[in-house]
Nanobody
Framework: QVQLVESGGGLVQAGGSLRLSCAAS????????MGWFRQAPGKKRDFLAY????????YYADSVKGRFTISRDNAKNTVYLQMNSLKPEDTAVYYC?????????????????WGQGTLVTVSS
């Protein structure tokens, strides 16, 4: 069992930056592939970014490519999402998720463990 806790959300002006963290406990996160998703009010949960257990494979949704960067520090059991050039449409609850290999990295149903989410609000 892996417990995930996101942090780093908050209120930021358009054009600003935030770095989200996803800290894992219970088990080491190193064998797990990790993803970041977000869900705006009234909308479905959308894929943002994926990083494999080794960090060797990284994928992004087109909507955040070039603005967001996913990374991980297995020694600290933490995954990060650096978000730059934020836009009001980035406002959502952001979730990290973990899966022990396999599946479609962009599908929320692939992931076995989820954090509780952290709210990001971008003002115009």
């Amino acid at each position: 069992q892996v417990q995930l806790v996101e942090s780093g959300g908050g209120l930021v002006q358009a054009g600003g930056s935030l770095r989200l963290s996803c800290a894992a406990s219970g088990r080491t996160v190193s064998p797990y592939d990790m993803g970041w998703f977000r869900q705006a009010p009234g909308k479905k949960r959308d894929f943002l970014a994926y990083i494999s257990w080794s960090g060797g494979n990284i994928y992004y949704a087109d909507s955040v490519k070039g603005r967001f960067t996913i990374s991980r520090d297995n020694a600290k059991n933490t995954v990060y999402l650096q978000m730059n050039s934020l836009k009001p449409e980035d406002t959502a609850v952001y979730y990290c998720a973990a899966v022990r290999g396999g599946g479609l990295y962009y599908s929320s149903s692939t992931y076995d463990y989820w954090g509780q989410g952290t709210l990001v609000t971008v003002s115009s």
